[in-house]
């Protein structure tokens, strides 16, 4: 049985920098190296919305407009996690964070695609 377990999250003043772990279990190094891996994000009131993903090989990273150049995404196969290092954290990147793995072929922003969640971690940055 496939688990994403997320840690990393937490308060932080506006300025300053988290990073998040995702660690895998219940795939062998051959199955998790094809696997697609992202992080969405959720705020009060609002929908769940994707904002990085990395390709299985790790060569090639996605960002949404929101956090590119703040956040860079992350993973290492052998140890099956991801990693998603955000810097200069503003106000509005407060939000549960969840790790992510796509089923094959899915759009890395869509959470249809998405065939394993994450529990989340909170993320609470104060200005």
């Known amino acids: 049985q496939v688990q994403l377990v997320e840690s990393g999250g937490g308060s932080v003043q506006a300025g300053g920098s988290l990073r998040l772990s995702c660690v895998a279990s219940?795939?062998?190094?051959?199955?998790?190296?094809?696997?697609?891996m992202g992080w969405f994000r959720q705020a009060p009131g609002k929908e769940r919305e994707a904002f990085a993903a990395?390709?299985?090989?790790?060569?090639?990273?996605y960002y949404a407009e929101s956090p590119k150049g703040r956040f860079t995404i992350s993973r290492d196969n052998d140890k099956r996690t991801v990693w998603l290092q955000m810097d200069n954290l503003k106000p509005e990147d407060s939000a549960i964070y969840y790790c992510?793995?796509?089923?094959?072929?899915?759009?890395?922003?869509?959470?249809?695609?998405?065939?394993?969640w994450g529990q989340g971690t909170q993320v609470t940055v104060s200005s």
């Open positions: 992510a793995a796509f089923k094959s072929g899915g759009s890395w922003y869509d959470s249809m695609s998405v065939n394993y």
């Open positions: 990395i390709s299985p090989g790790g060569g090639m990273p």
């Open positions: 219940g795939y062998t190094y051959s199955s998790f190296r094809d696997i697609r």
